[in-house]
């Protein structure tokens, strides 16, 4: 990313495919895998301002996630929704090893609130042999994700959309707009101490965990975010402006470049 003034801060720690034959041979895969999206992991070292189209950003490097999140809402209320859209990329393969994936989602929480995660998203995986293959799902975080019976290829655009109606009760939908079909799922807080705090609100690509360590990180190319809006129970809509950027950063090594490119499109790019 472009850099303009730096200040360094101090951040602490947070809490924190195969290519499918038949639907029930993946949710079998991916329940043994234990698959699963984790709260924000920051990395403690220097964060940095930059300025982005929505004027100066915050950006923060992570383990885990990369995108924007808006990390408070307005002043007296909490969100409610999210929603973005995406086109969904075709990986690459930059490995010496097995299969490598990497997942592009819209949520609500698991920043600077990391008890819960309602999320919904599409992981996309391929193979050494540059077999690609694409798994929608839904989470509500500490739970497992759990898949959609939903197709996806490469080229699609996906609208997903986030509604939480309690703290312990929402809705997912995935849309897909090239095709015009959709799915949806009503879920609710797996435990009590699992509620939704409405505290942020994030649009993602992650190196997702499974069986309780990172995959393999694919190059995804690029993905961009457009139509990012977050609902507030207040009953107003806001865009990212203000949102932190977030690049994923593994060792010494950054693989994303984010750019916010407007108050409702944030651009996240594999490098």
């Known amino acids: 990313m472009k850099l303009s003034v730096l200040l360094p801060v101090t951040l602490s720690l947070t809490a924190a495919h195969a290519a499918p034959s038949k639907l029930q041979d993946r949710v079998q895969r991916r329940a043994a895998r234990a698959r699963g999206s984790q ?148 879920l609710t807080a797996p435990d009590s101490s699992s509620k939704l705090g409405g505290q942020n609100a994030e649009w993602i690509v992650e190196d997702f965990e499974e069986n309780g360590s990172l995959v393999a990180l694919s190059n995804f190319g690029t993905v961009v975010f457009t139509g990012a809006t977050a609902g507030t129970a207040a009953g107003t809509s806001v865009g990212l402006t203000g949102a932190t950027i977030i690049d994923l950063k593994q060792g010494s090594t950054v693989y994303t470049d984010v750019t916010i490119d407007s108050s409702s499109q944030v651009t996240i790019e594999y490098i």
């Open 39 to 186: 709260p924000l992991a920051k990395l403690s070292e220097s964060s940095f301002k930059e300025t982005a189209a929505n004027g100066t950003a915050h950006v923060d490097y992570s383990s885990n996630w990369s995108g924007a999140v808006l990390e408070s809402p307005p002043s007296g209320t909490t969100f409610t929704s999210a929603s973005g859209r995406f086109t969904v990329p075709t990986p690459k393969h930059v490995g010496s090893g097995g299969t490598e994936s990497s997942s592009a989602w819209v949520g609500i929480d698991g920043d600077t609130y990391g008890a819960a995660i309602l999320q919904a998203g599409v992981d996309f995986t391929v193979s050494s042999s540059g077999a690609v293959s694409y798994d929608s799902w839904y989470e509500w975080y500490p739970d497992y994700a759990y898949d959609f019976t939903f197709s996806v290829k490469a080229g699609d655009v996906i609208k997903v959309d986030i509604v939480a109606t309690t703290t312990s009760k929402g809705t997912v939908t995935l849309t897909n707009e090239t095709t015009g079909k959709s799915v949806s799922k009503t």
